[in-house]
């Protein structure tokens, strides 16, 4: 026999953010114990997604919902990174790449409950990064649904993505990414750049601003950020760029074929 809706059910329902999970530790707050979610699911008024989380009945939740919920809920340290945020901050109309994967970032030792990595596993690539620190640079964006999500800035992401090159991302569309970046904001720059924990990034970005002209770099203090010492290879064959102490491919070298 089906459990009635209850008070405390209909109003669980009527707030639930479309698209969302719920986890336990809300649905602790909101005062329902183990023995409702049980006789819930029993009744087909909630689904269960795994220990700890809930979906509503017949409704499709995307892995920025089950996201939203990671972030609100649970508060982890976990954003939209590297590509997928300069998409969601409008500097994606230009691009080739088309993984079809979101990209996570999170400190080291950040692990997503295993109920997102089974629904959600393939649709995102989950990065642990000590590249930067956790609370620099980031924002929030709305998804189409309406709710906010942690989002890198596109000055953070930028320097996510070229972490993340050339493995993930192929080093010649990365440098026509950063040719569209024209807004960048120098303040907030400069202190990534100096944060950075990559070497390889930093001098990489600044390479490809420079070649790009972009006007943040007029504005950068270039002696406060540590380029480190020796070579750098990108690529097996390429063109070495002395100023930056970089082996890039010769596409990214003026006249450099």
């Known amino acids: 026999m089906k459990v009635a809706r209850t008070d405390k059910l209909r109003l669980l329902l009527d707030a639930w953010e479309p698209h969302t999970v719920a986890t336990s530790p809300h649905l602790k707050a909101l005062g329902l114990t183990a023995q409702d979610l049980q006789n819930y699911t029993a009744s087909q008024w909630l689904v269960s997604l795994g220990r700890g989380a809930f979906k509503r009945p017949m409704e499709t939740v995307t892995w920025q919902g089950a996201l939203y919920s990671v972030q609100s809920q649970l508060k982890l340290p976990v954003h ?10 409008g500097n994606s109309h230009y691009l080739r790449f088309g993984t079809g994967r979101a990209y996570l970032f999170s400190p080291l030792h950040v692990v997503l409950p295993a109920w997102f990595q089974t629904y959600w ?16 640079g980031l924002t929030e964006q709305q998804t189409p ?17 070229l972490h993340l090159a050339p493995k993930e991302f192929d080093l010649v569309e990365a440098g026509q990414i950063v040719e569209g970046m024209t807004s960048l904001r120098p303040k907030l720059m400069q202190s990534l750049l100096e944060a950075c924990t990559s070497v390889k990034v930093r001098r990489l970005f600044l390479y490809l601003a ?8 007029r504005h950068l203090k270039m002696e406060q950020i540590d380029l480190g010492s020796g070579d750098r290879s990108l690529v097996k064959l390429g063109r070495y760029v002395p100023k930056y102490r970089l082996l890039v491919p010769r596409e990214l070298v003026s006249g450099g074929s």
């Not at 649904?145 to 993505?161: D, M, S, V």
């Not at 070649?211 to 943040?216: F, I, N, S, T, Y």
């Open 80 to 89: 939209v990174g590297a590509l997928t945020a300069l998409e969601m901050t």
């Open 121 to 136: 596993g393939e649709a995102v690539r989950h990065m642990q990064s000590k590249l930067l620190p956790k609370e620099l």
């Open 145 to 161: 649904e309406g709710y906010p999500l942690t989002t890198a800035t596109p000055e953070r992401a930028i320097l996510e993505l």
């Open 210 to 217: 420079e070649r790009a002209e972009l006007p943040v770099m």
